[in-house]
């Protein structure tokens, strides 16, 4: 009798959690223990652009108090073509920080649409299901207040909400931030994923 071959051993998976929460709630403090917690090599993608002296001083700060050995990408848009561009190897953990800059990125690109968007998601979500590490997703919630008076506040709330969604469907975990303090809310969801990854047109 032929010696029977061993069973081969699954590799890493992917995956993705979602961290969420108001301003100043700690939501990158917390996405940062996590990564820094793996002891592993990690890249962090960042979305901000400095149009004025504040965003040029919080870059600056979230800079400082990163590890000096992780390596950052600063991509405003095209975050899944940055991805496959780069020569590098992804490394076991990925920190994007943040989708609510990147969704005001591409609101305010000349000629943007819901359907480019959505595409651009679509691009970074495939590119994560094909490479086996830990992507740690950074956003805002901003659908708790009023309706916004302007239209473009309106569609910027619509397509941040979409996009929550669908990357919370999508993610292992989801965290919302509330003063500092984390709560795991996907295992207390009663629907933990939509019927539908397809997202509806929002409307404006």
């Known amino acids: 009798m032929s010696p029977s071959l061993p069973t081969p051993q699954p590799g890493p998976r992917p995956t993705l959690t979602l961290i969420t929460g108001g301003a100043r709630s700690g939501k990158s403090r917390l996405a940062q223990q996590r990564a820094a917690a793996r002891q592993s090599d990690v890249l962090m993608i960042a979305t901000a652009e400095p149009h004025d002296e504040d965003m040029a001083a919080r870059i600056a700060r979230h800079r400082r108090e990163r590890p000096p050995h992780w390596r950052t ?3 405003p848009r095209h975050i899944a073509r940055t991805l496959a561009q780069d020569e590098a190897t992804p490394p076991p953990v990925i920190i994007l920080d ?3 800059l990147w969704v005001t990125n591409l609101l305010l690109s000349e000629g943007s649409t819901w359907e480019s968007a959505a595409a651009e998601l679509d691009a970074l979500l495939a590119w994560h299901r094909s490479h086996p590490c830990e992507m ?6 901003v659908g708790l207040g009023i309706v916004p008076p302007d239209e473009v506040s309106r569609t910027f709330r619509e397509w941040l909400g979409w996009f929550n969604q669908r990357l919370a469907t999508e993610a292992d975990e989801v965290y919302l931030m509330v003063a500092g303090l984390a709560v795991e809310i996907k295992a207390l969801s009663l629907q933990p994923s939509l019927p539908d990854p397809r997202l509806p047109t929002p409307n404006p």
């Open 73 to 75: 990408l600063e991509t």
């Open 136 to 141: 740690i997703v950074v956003t805002n919630e």
């Open 98 to 100: 943040c989708v609510t």
